[in-house]
Nanobody
Framework: QVQLVESGGGSVQAGGSLRLSCAAS????????MAWFRQAPGKEREGVAG????????YYSDSVTGRFTISRDNAKSTLYLQMASLKPDDTAMYYC??????????????????WGQGTQVTVSS
């Protein structure tokens, strides 16, 4: 049974930082391309950051470039998202996602097979 379990969300003031984690089980984590998505109320789910299997190649949406860092520890089957200089617009449910197949840097929702249940991030001004 495949499980992706996010943690690390919470409430923070603007300018603050958070680190999200996503623990994977039931898959050979190192074989999967991974990504973080987020969804705010009334909005579509959007890709935030992605990372390929080896971890050396990462990509980000324009809205978070320079503030967020995605990383992975294949030995621990865990994906991370370090978020800094948070803004109220970053408030959303954050999800990790996994794909065994090649993924686009456009981070399309349909490219990903497995999803976590999400962790809430709330940034107050």
């Amino acid at each position: 049974q495949v499980q992706l379990v996010e943690s690390g969300g919470g409430s923070v003031q603007a300018g603050g930082s958070l680190r999200l984690s996503c623990a994977a089980s039931g898959i050979t984590f190192s074989n999967y391309n991974m990504a973080w998505f987020r969804q705010a109320p009334g909005k579509e789910r959007e890709g935030v950051a992605g990372i390929y299997t080896g971890g050396g190649d990462t990509y980000y949406s324009d809205s978070v470039t320079g503030r967020f860092t995605i990383s992975r520890d294949n030995a621990k089957s865990t994906l991370y998202l370090q978020m800094a200089s948070l803004k109220p617009d970053d408030t959303a449910m954050y999800y990790c996602a996994a794909s065994l197949w090649p993924t686009s840097r456009n981070m399309r929702v349909q490219d990903y097979t497995y999803w976590g249940q999400g962790t809430q991030v709330t940034v107050s001004s």
